[in-house]
């Protein structure tokens, strides 16, 4: 086994169609093995027992519990065995799609494939894709924290039952989404009608200097790109929700001195890790010709040089952060601080 397994992580909150868009995935599957960990609540798996399996395709079941929380190890454990599996020749799977429970929070999955070196060795994490129910996730962000750190993480968003709304309660959906994760593209689908290539092999997790935000959201299509036709609302509830204290901040600076910016991001990570849900940076180092690529997910960081700055460019360097109560006018003059 040379070549380490893509995962995929889904997630999204109960009955946001994940079920549904895997089914969709695995009735138009090419011929490539696939192997699918499904977790939920209870003795049995309904969602498993729900899935069309086919020649290629290997369903496991974890259901003793949510495999981002209290049983990590017991996940951490079931990927150890399928690889076991796979290399002796019992499971033949060249991609692996982790479904979790609707009720699970991403950020203890997703540290478990920076932190289990054995892991990380045979299984590249691609990419978190979240769902997002057009038509109850708004009240779904009133009521449960963990809805919007599952929109937090993702790195592309699938709007379901965009079609079963009307216009201002879709653009309400999509303001709330906005606020909390406005680095990831929208794709929205209908019945889980959507291409393998718009959710799957997205790289996010590479260490790269791809750093971008939107202004507002895309939606991808299987022809072109659209505007979804999202405005920011002028009028936003005074109701206090959880959405509310996750959101992406975007910090700016110039040339950045290596060990001033070693001692913040330190600093940064010790004082409010486990608020940072996911960063990510473009950095510019003052005598270095290459750019510095800084990843991490809550107190969990990877840095690498990425490619080097063209003579004409300006070197700017920009971090962007997920986080949720951070003390952002502070993190901003401390960022601030790091430049020559």
Not at 279 to 302: D, S
């Amino acid at each position: 086994m040379n070549q380490a397994v893509s995962v995929t992580l889904l997630t999204g909150f109960l009955g946001s169609g994940k079920t549904t868009l895997l089914n969709y995935f695995l009735a138009h599957n090419d011929d490539r093995p696939v192997a699918i960990l499904e977790n939920e609540f209870g003795a049995v798996n309904i969602d498993g027992a729900l899935l069309r399996g086919g020649d290629n395709v290997n369903i496991v079941e974890l259901s003793n519990g949510c495999v981002c929380c209290s049983v990590r190890g017991e996940f951490a454990a079931a990927l150890r065995e399928m690889l076991d599996k796979r290399t002796a020749g019992e499971l033949h799977f060249e991609r692996l799609i982790v479904e979790t429970t609707g009720l699970a929070d991403p950020a203890p999955i997703v540290q478990t494939f920076f932190v289990d070196e054995h892991l990380r060795e045979a299984l590249r994490l691609d990419a978190v894709i979240a769902l997002a129910d057009a038509e109850h996730i708004s009240r779904q962000l009133d009521e449960h924290a963990v809805a919007a750190s599952q929109l937090g993480f993702a790195d592309r968003i699938l709007l379901t039952k965009a079609d079963r709304v009307d216009e201002e309660t879709k653009q309400q959906a999509l303001e709330r989404i906005h606020r909390i994760n406005s680095k990831a593209n929208l794709v929205a689908i209908v019945n889980g009608e959507c291409p393998a290539d718009l959710w799957l092999d997205l790289n996010a997790f590479e260490l790269n200097d791809d750093i971008k935000i939107t202004a507002g959201f895309s939606v991808i299509g299987a022809d072109a790109s659209r505007s979804v036709g999202f405005q920011p609302l002028r009028k936003t509830s005074a109701k206090r929700s959880w959405d509310d204290a996750i959101q992406a901040h975007v910090f700016d600076a110039g040339l950045l001195d290596m060990k001033k910016i070693g001692a913040f991001m330190e600093s940064c990570i010790e004082r409010f890790g486990n608020d940072m849900l996911r960063y990510k940076g473009v950095l510019a180092i003052e005598g270095n010709p290459q750019r510095l690529i800084v990843q991490g997910v809550h107190k969990v960081v990877g840095f690498d040089y990425g490619s080097a700055w063209n003579k004409e460019e300006q070197r700017v360097s920009r971090l962007v952060i997920i986080g949720r109560y951070l003390p952002v006018e502070q993190l901003r003059r401390e960022f601030a601080a790091t430049t020559l």
